[in-house]
């Protein structure tokens, strides 16, 4: 499933918007409300694309442009205020198309709005849709997952610490969420990209072979198969997030999965 | 019209041909009849055989769980598993069965999960159509071609890691003629498990990619943990009882060379196959992925310990389980322990006899000395100077009609004494070896020397206490 929506952004006032933000900034790092522009550059993708798979070369870097990312996941605060302007998204009234059942569960009230006690964690249990409809909402969009995955190699400062981050992740049951901003942000200075929730791409599954391997060819995450196009067999953390992007799908919900949105340079 | 009669013909041949076809057994049985869910059971427990002369369709609901539970003492590990435990669920059906499977990934979980079942015919067998996120339920379906014992594991990527977590099982496809009945049967599963600390480091343990990459593991065990077999947890049986254990190896690196100690397996279905097993088996290699079942009559009563024979797994990584069998005791068939004799390798220098000198009575007359020093000489010297005293030519000297002994009573107490080495020539013959020195009181000493004066044709010479205690040279010690 390709993105196909929209971004709906105004370039003119957007721009108007960065020039300034970049005029009053005193740090390295240029924000923007909670954004933060994360510079132009290339990382190693952990898979080829669908589109690079006739080409059997060996993996090459991706270019990614400069682009505008949330500094933190979107919280259950901000997804309320959301909810409260397009009450297509209350849990009430969502379409059943664009999601599972367990869509927002976690909002218990009578109301079926946020606990006030979690306003500050992550959002999760929200479908791809209803979280790219966030992000239209704001005049922005769910990042590529070339994107997501360039910010999280945070230009390769610290992979193996990384690694041993995502992988403790992994490896404890879940627990209560944490709020955001809990941790340092990486050099980029996003925060939260590893140890927290996992989130929503806008191409989640574009990287992957379809879910049945019978007419994919060899190339899919199954078994001794899922390394025949990897970039780097022990990058074990890299394997579980391609998977786990894997068995989505744009309706599914889980407690762990969240998103963030993004946003052109230009 | 020819044509036509000729038409006819075949196809009356044809009909003839199916109806005969049809009451084979092979064509009604694998129809499907009705529908059953399939009973699970946790290790070490194994579902009830299955009696039904049928195929049926069967419903199988395995739940994936994520949870936090004992490794080894004070040890906890996150594991992944096929129902809660590892290993996962048994599952038991019957060949040409149709079999619904439901996989359910709790919500709780982190990962996405998926099943590879080594019983299923088709591309990544059931994985490709079962990749389930958290919170969610694949359903899909297969017949069972093929009867054999088989292993299941997730096989979503990383495939090692989830394995190593503990996510693998067992599932058996019975054959159509069935299983034979047995007293016992029992589901062990082997696995290595890879932590961040050493084995035996407290607290919770965390997956150790490194070690898992390297094949390092810090834990070889049974049915997911050290201990699960053992103390109270041990697998129990009557004597007499016949036993069949069902034998996995999740890996996800190691092979296990399986071994119950003290038992032979009458038979062994290597590799899970039905078909004919081996016999008299004493270690049977079991792949990781692979299974194999086996069958013994446990006879006599005790405690039997279950292994991978790569030993270090078992004795420092927890690859041990046990057999307990009770029952009363046979003693034609194993007699315990009878008797506790010293053990004498050649070349050593001092032996210290010390159970046989507690007990040692006490001469009066030659007779005395020539019964009890026999004793002693079977016991001390048999082994190498032989029962019948001719030795072994090139290492031992004989002492039957031995030149050396002859009127050479002082230098017999020394070198029974004091041992002896280097070149020696008795009756003609050179030898160049070494006897220990003999730990043997004077009254031993005096016996058994009089003994060997006083056979194989020797000269019937008498050595007495006052002879021993004039020329022995190493002075008795007790050591304990």
């Known amino acids: ?266 | 019209m020819k044509k036509i009669k000729l038409l006819a013909l075949g196809a009356a041949l044809c009909m003839a041909g199916l109806t005969q076809a049809a009451p084979t057994p092979k064509a009604t049985s694998s129809k499907i009849t009705g529908q059953e869910t399939a009973i699970l059971t946790d290790a070490p427990a194994v579902p009830p055989r299955i009696t039904r002369k049928h195929a049926t369709k069967v419903v199988v609901n395995l739940e994936v769980k994520e949870l936090e539970g004992r490794l080894a003492d004070g040890v906890s590990y996150t594991f992944w598993t096929f129902g809660g435990k590892v290993p996962g669920k048994f599952i038991r059906i019957r060949e040409g069965d149709e079999v619904e499977f439901h996989l359910n990934n709790h919500p709780d979980n982190k990962m996405p999960h998926n099943i590879d079942l080594h019983a299923v015919t088709g591309p990544g067998g059931g994985a490709a159509a079962s990749l389930t996120a958290p919170g969610h339920s694949s359903v899909f379906s297969f017949k069972a071609l093929n009867p054999g014992l088989y292993v299941y594991h997730c096989a979503t990527a990383p495939v090692a890691m989830h394995v190593a977590n503990g996510m693998y099982g067992l599932i058996l496809v019975e054959p159509k003629e069935g299983m034979s009945k047995v007293d016992h049967e029992f589901y062990v599963m082997q696995g290595d498990f890879y932590t961040q600390g050493k084995n035996g480091e407290q607290g919770l343990q965390a997956f150790s990619m490194t070690k898992a990459i390297d094949e390092k593991p810090d834990y070889v065990v049974f049915n997911g943990s050290a201990g699960s077999l053992t103390g109270d947890n041990a697998l129990k049986a009557k004597k007499g009882d016949t036993v069949r254990l069902y034998v996995g190896v999740g890996g996800p690196n190691l092979t296990s060379s399986f071994h119950v100690i003290g038992e032979i397996f009458d038979k062994v279905n290597h590799e899970g196959s039905t078909t004919s097993p081996d016999k008299n088996v004493q270690t049977t290699m079991i792949p990781a992925g692979g299974a194999a079942y086996m069958e013994f009559k446990v006879n006599v009563p005790g405690t039997y310990i279950m292994v991978d024979h790569s030993l270090t797994r078992a004795f420092n990584k927890g690859a041990l389980g046990m057999l307990k069998v009770s029952g009363d005791e046979d003693k034609t068939l194993y007699s315990g322990k009878m008797t506790d004799e010293v053990y004498l390798p050649e070349g050593t220098s001092m032996r210290n006899t010390g159970v046989a000198q507690a007990q040692a009575p006490t001469a009066k007359t030659k007779a005395d000395r020539i019964k009890l020093g026999e004793g002693i000489y079977n016991t001390n010297c048999a082994a190498c100077h032989q029962t019948t005293g001719v030795g072994v030519p090139q290492a031992f000297p004989p002492l039957a009609k031995a030149d050396y002994l002859k009127g050479a009573k002082p230098a017999a107490i020394k070198a029974v004494t004091g041992g002896l080495q280097g070149k020696l020539v008795v009756n003609g013959s050179e030898y160049n070896g070494v006897m220990p020195s003999w730990s043997l009181s004077d009254e031993e000493v005096a016996n058994v020397l009089t003994y060997i004066y006083n056979s194989w044709g020797n000269d019937g010479d008498e050595v007495t206490l006052e002879d021993v205690k004039q020329h022995r040279i190493t002075p008795v010690k007790h050591e304990e």
């Open chain 1, 1 to 266: 499933m390709k993105s196909k929506h929209s971004t709906f952004i105004s370039t003119l006032v957007l721009s108007s918007c960065l020039f300034s933000a970049v005029a009053v900034s005193a740090e390295d790092m240029v924000r923007v409300e909670d954004m933060v522009l994360v510079p132009e550059g290339s990382f190693t993708p952990f898979f080829l694309k669908k589109d690079d798979i006739t080409n059997s070369s060996s993996v090459a870097t991706t270019a990614v442009d400069a682009f505008w990312l949330d500094a933190t996941p979107v919280t259950n605060r901000k997804f309320q205020a959301f909810v409260n302007k397009h009450p297509d998204w209350h849990k009430s009234n969502i379409k059943k198309i664009f999601t599972d059942s367990h869509y927002l569960e976690h909002w218990q009230s009578t109301q079926g709005s946020a606990d006030s006690a979690d306003l500050d964690k992550p959002v999760v249990n929200v479908s791809w849709f209803a979280a790219a409809a966030y992000c239209e909402a704001q005049d922005k969009r769910l990042p590529s997952t070339d994107e997501w995955e360039y910010t999280l190699t945070d230009n390769d400062r610290d992979t193996e610490n990384l690694q041993k981050q995502i992988m403790a992740w992994y490896s404890v049951p879940n627990k209560e969420l944490p709020t955001v901003r809990s941790k340092p942000a990486n050099g980029f200075g996003i925060f939260d990209m590893a140890g927290l929730i996992w989130e929503w791409t806008a191409d989640f599954n574009s990287y992957m072979a379809p879910p049945d391997s019978r007419n994919s060819g060899d190339k899919n995450l199954f078994c001794g198969s899922g390394s025949l196009n990897a970039s780097n067999l022990s990058d074990y953390a890299a394997f579980m997030r391609y998977s786990y992007r894997e068995s989505l799908k744009g309706n599914f919900t889980g407690k762990n999965l969240g998103f963030r949105c993004a946003k052109d340079a230009k």
